[in-house]
């Protein structure tokens, strides 16, 4: 079952916690990230955990090589405007929903959004609904 991680749940990746177990378990199966992911990890860890450039590209190498790593294009925009005014979501929450969806996966790993949230995703290859899941949730 293909799952995206969003870049909230992959943050704990690089913490030395029963958290990161968890995140090293997703990335196991068949994770799928984004670009956005992508972007957002590394300001993140840049900006919030001040790591090094080095590490970060050596983490952001890892992820490409383990990962299936989406683009963002204009239908991913396109989704994300729809969701954003059907689900009441950010721009940058749509687009991850948005990507999400558009590459078939069944679950969306995230913690700030709401847990056990079916989506109905416009444009989505699959007839099936995305589902929100927080992993940390016991």
Not at 43 to 67: G, Q
Not at 74 to 80: D, K, P, Y
């Amino acid at each position: 079952m293909k799952a995206f991680i969003d870049t909230n749940v992959l943050i704990y990746w690089v913490d030395d916690s029963a958290r990161a177990d968890v995140v090293e378990q997703l990335l196991a199966q068949e994770a799928v990230i984004s670009v956005q992911v992508l972007n957002e990890f590394a300001n993140v860890l840049r900006r919030k955990r001040s790591m090094a450039l080095p590490d970060i590209e050596a983490l952001y190498t890892t992820l490409i090589d383990t990962c299936n790593v989406v683009d963002s294009s204009v239908r991913t925009h396109q989704t994300a405007l729809t969701l954003m005014a059907r689900y009441n979501l950010s721009v940058y929450d749509a687009n991850i929903v948005a990507a999400a969806a558009l590459s078939d996966c069944a679950v969306l790993y995230s913690e700030d959004m709401q847990d056990g949230l079916n989506l109905k995703v416009p444009g989505s290859a699959s007839a099936t609904s995305l589902v929100i899941r927080n992993p940390f949730r016991a």
